[in-house]
């Protein structure tokens, strides 16, 4: 496991109530010098890596159990109550990079061009009247993700689910893509 610089080693994510307090305070860190920077660079990427790392497992842990409610509520918990949160100090965050003197200098290096591209994009399509449009989109498409997961077909006396039965379409028999 990598060791974590900016969040405790055994953080995880259950509350916007308990992510905040990391956001507030890299929002209102004081950089005063290049190697400040750096160090700010590197504690934004560690939250937003755990951020979208927690998403990402509990997206993927859903779509597994389709079935499971309990996995459903705590994606749709996330994308409702913690992700919505999470959009105002993403583009305060891309603000603050994109005023720094030492972006510049950054940006010449490889390494940061294209970051530093893309926080520019952010910050031109931001809009903070989307953010409840983003997380009502999210929750459509797991209701659909679970209606087309939970859905099965019988296909030479077996229950398959679409998936699963999308494989036989890939045979070169062609009665049996029928």
């Given at each position: 496991?990598?060791?974590?610089?900016?969040?405790?080693?055994?953080?995880t994510i259950?509350?916007?109530?308990?992510?905040?307090?990391?956001?507030d305070?890299i929002?209102?860190?004081d950089?005063?010098?290049?190697s400040?920077?750096?160090?700010?660079l590197?504690?934004?990427?560690e939250?937003e890596s755990v951020?979208s790392?927690?998403?990402?497992?509990?997206?993927?842990?859903?779509t597994?159990?389709?079935?499971?409610?309990a996995?459903?509520?705590k994606?749709?918990?996330?994308?409702t109550?913690?992700?919505?949160n999470i959009?105002?100090?993403?583009?305060?965050?891309?603000?603050k990079?994109?005023?720094?003197?030492?972006?510049?200098?950054?940006?010449?290096?490889?390494?940061?061009?294209?970051?530093?591209?893309?926080?520019?994009?952010?910050?031109?399509?931001?809009?903070?009247k989307n953010?409840p449009?983003h997380?009502?989109?999210q929750t459509?498409?797991?209701?659909?993700?679970?209606?087309?997961?939970?859905?099965?077909?019988?296909?030479?006396?077996?229950?398959?689910?679409?998936?699963?039965?999308?494989?036989?379409?890939?045979?070169?028999d062609?009665e049996?893509?029928?």
């Amino acid at each position: 496991m990598h060791k974590r610089i900016f969040l405790p080693q055994n953080f995880t994510i259950n509350t916007w109530t308990e992510l905040k307090p990391y956001y507030d305070e890299i929002v209102n860190k004081d950089i005063t010098i290049k190697s400040d920077f750096e160090l700010f660079l590197k504690q934004l990427s560690e939250l937003e890596s755990v951020v979208s790392e927690d998403l990402a497992w509990k997206y993927i842990k859903m779509t597994c159990d389709t079935t499971n409610k309990a996995l459903e509520e705590k994606y749709l918990d996330f994308v409702t109550n913690i992700q919505p949160n999470i959009a105002p100090y993403d583009d305060q965050l891309n603000q603050k990079i994109e005023q720094s003197p030492f972006t510049n200098e950054l940006g010449k290096d490889e390494a940061y061009f294209i970051y530093f591209r893309a926080i520019d994009n952010a910050i031109k399509l931001y809009r903070e009247k989307n953010i409840p449009i983003h997380a009502e989109l999210q929750t459509l498409a797991q209701k659909y993700g679970s209606i087309t997961g939970s859905m099965s077909v019988e296909l030479d006396g077996k229950q398959l689910t679409l998936q699963q039965a999308s494989n036989y379409l890939k045979e070169t028999d062609r009665e049996k893509r029928k």
